[in-house]
C-alpha cells in the first residue's frame, strides 16, 4: 500500500491474530479461582491506538455538519441532549463541553453535600429516566446528585446518533447575515467555532492557536451563569452587538427563579436556543442555588423550542 504521497508504507507491523485467550471465560463466574492460567487476549499498541483516533476522526468528519450543536453538558445541556435524543433518532447532535469530565455543577447537591432537590413536577423527568428518589410531598430527594448525573450521562451517551466531545471548548459562534427591517446588521447563528480546552486556556500565552468548526443550523446554549466559562454565548452575542447587555443573575429565589427560567428558555437570536442558568444571566432572574428541577424541565423545553425551529 502507498500513502497520500504515493510512498509506500509498511502494511504490518506484527500484530498477531487474535486466538482465544488461555481458559478465556465467558462470564464472570467461570474466573472464579482460575487465575493461575489467567491471561488477557493479545493486543498490540498501535491497534489502542487507530482503535481510538480512527473513531474520533470520523465522529470530527461526520459532525462536521450537525443538526444540532448543544454547549454545555451540565444538567440543562444533559437534559436538553435526553429528550432530542428519545425523540429523534434521525438528528445529528454533537455536545461540546469544555471540562474533562461532563455534567457541570451537578454533581453534589448544595454546599458539596450529596443530596439533589427537585421541586415537583421535575420528579416526572425522574421517572422518566428511571432514577429513585424519596417523595418529600412537594419536592423529592435524589439520595446522591452523581446518581442522577450519572444516569441521564449514560442514557445520553448511549443514544447513537449524540457524540459528546468534552475537553473541547466553544471559543466562538459561527454567523450568517440576517438582516431584518428592525436591524440590518441582524445575524443568525449557523455553528459553533471549537478548541481543545487547553488550548483555549492558552491564548494568552501561546501565538495564535486556530480553532476547528461544526456547522448547524441550530444551536443549544447551556453553559450555566457567569464565570470564566460561563455564559458564553449571551456574552458574545452582546460583544457582537445582537443583544443590548445582559439582564445579569440575581439573588436568591428558589421560587422565583425556578419558574423564570423554564418558561424564558427559548430562541434568544434565530438559530440559538438558550437554556439553563445562562437564561438568568440575559433576562435578569434570579438564581435558585441547590434545587434542579427547573435545569431538567428547562432542558425539556429547549427541546421542544429547538424542534420548532428545526422542523420550520
Ligand atoms: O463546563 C461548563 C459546564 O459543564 C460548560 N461550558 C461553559 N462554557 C462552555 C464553552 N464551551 C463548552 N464555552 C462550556 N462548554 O457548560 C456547562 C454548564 O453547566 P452548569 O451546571 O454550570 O449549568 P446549568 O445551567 O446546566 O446548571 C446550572 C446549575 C445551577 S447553578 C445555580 C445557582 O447558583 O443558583 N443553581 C443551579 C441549579
Known sequence: PVNGN?????????????????????????MENKWEAFTFAPI???????????????????YA???IVIIGAGSCGLSTAYMLGKQRPDLKIAIVEAGVAPGGG?????????????????????????VPYEDEGDFVVVKH????????LSRVLAFPNIKLFNATAVED?????????????????????????????????????????????LVISTTGHDGPFGAFSVKRLVSMQQLEKLGGMRGLDMRTAEDAIVKK????????????????????????????????????????????????
Not at 112 to 126: E, G, N, Q, T, Y
Not at 177 to 182: G, H, K, N, S
Not at 274 to 286: F, H, Q, T
Open 145 to 152: 446528585a452523581a446518581l442522577f448525573t450519572s444516569t441521564l
Open 106 to 130: 451537578a454533581w453534589l447537591g448544595g454546599q458539596l453535600f450529596s443530596a439533589m432537590v427537585m421541586r415537583k413536577p421535575a420528579d416526572v423527568f425522574l421517572n422518566d429516566l428511571g
Open 6 to 30: 504515493g510512498v509506500s508504507i509498511k502494511k504490518d507491523y506484527g500484530v498477531k491474530p487474535a486466538v482465544a485467550a488461555n481458559g478465556q471465560a465467558k462470564t464472570l463466574d467461570e
Open 265 to 312: 428558555t427559548r430562541e434568544i437570536v434565530p438559530g440559538l436556543v438558550v437554556g439553563g442558568m445562562e437564561l438568568s444571566e440575559v433576562d435578569g432572574a434570579n438564581r435558585m442555588g441547590p434545587t434542579f428541577g427547573a435545569m431538567a424541565l428547562s432542558g425539556v423545553k429547549a427541546a421542544e423550542e429547538a424542534l420548532k425551529v428545526i422542523d420550520e
Open 65 to 67: 455538519e450537525s443538526d
Open 173 to 217: 459562534l459561527i454567523t450568517r447575515p440576517a438582516p431584518t427591517a428592525a436591524d440590518p446588521h441582524a445575524v443568525r447563528i449557523a455553528g459553533v467555532v471549537t478548541n481543545w480546552t487547553l488550548v483555549s486556556m492558552h491564548h494568552d500565552d501561546q501565538s495564535c492557536m486556530d480553532p476547528n468548526t461544526i456547522n448547524a443550523p
Open 44 to 62: 498490540r499498541e498501535s491497534q489502542v491506538a487507530r482503535a481510538m483516533t480512527r473513531r474520533y476522526f470520523a465522529d470530527l468528519d461526520y
